[in-house]
């Protein structure tokens, strides 16, 4: 049966409260855990499907709700800190690419990418990393999925300013049934496709 999974280490107390190799708990807290219904801890957030421009302004800029893309639905859902940037580039989202027909033969209806993007610059990244065909990827262009779920983080050190965790999820009719989260955005241990495969 699937669990949730977090990566953490050396754990120690402190009259702020548990902390986690020096950092606070609260640095790693998130609203969802394995049992959470995605669909109505998120209740009034849409997603944004990938696309041009010109398909943003031919379907009047709409928006997808969470219920449509879970409800009735095997979905692996992964998350990261954004398009362009190295490890979700190089390693994150080719790991899912390349896994996709292992994904299909666990009869997992949709494999999606989630970022703190606009839709369009996540079409465009999506078409680089010529991932479209296996992949649907979303853009959360003002962070409130992430934040609903806890999941959001300010990488503003790294000059991209509110972005999310790095993160994978297995949610089986809007219900995680496996979550895994990254100590840091720049790790890439625990939200991997070949991880996630085995939690299934």
């Known amino acids: 049966m699937a669990s949730t ?8 107390s402190s009259s702020s409260g548990i902390r986690i190799g020096g950092v606070s708990l609260r640095y790693f807290a998130t609203k969802v855990e394995a049992g959470t219904d995605i669909v109505a801890t998120a209740h009034n957030v849409s997603l944004q499907k990938a696309r041009s421009w010109d398909e943003g302004v031919s379907s009047k800029f709409s928006t997808t709700p969470l219920k449509d893309i879970f409800k009735d639905k095997r979905v692996v859902i992964f998350g990261l800190p954004g398009a362009y940037t190295g490890v979700c580039s190089q390693q994150h989202v080719p790991s899912y690419k390349n896994n996709i027909d292992k994904f299909r033969a666990e009869k997992v209806d949709s494999v999606i990418c989630v970022a703190v993007n606009d839709p369009y610059v996540m079409n465009a990244w999506a078409e680089k990393l010529q991932a479209k065909d296996a992949i ?19 990488l503003s050190a790294a000059l991209l300013g509110p972005r999310s965790q790095r993160w994978s999820a297995f949610v089986v009719d809007g219900k995680v049934k496996v979550l895994n989260v990254e100590e840091n955005p720049s790790d890439f241990k625990v939200s991997g496709a070949e991880v996630i495969l085995k939690q299934i």
């Open 136 to 154: 649907e990827f979303y853009g959360d262009f003002d962070g409130s999925f992430h934040k609903n779920l806890g999941l959001e983080k300010d």
């Open 5 to 12: 999974i977090l990566k953490r280490t050396s754990f120690s």
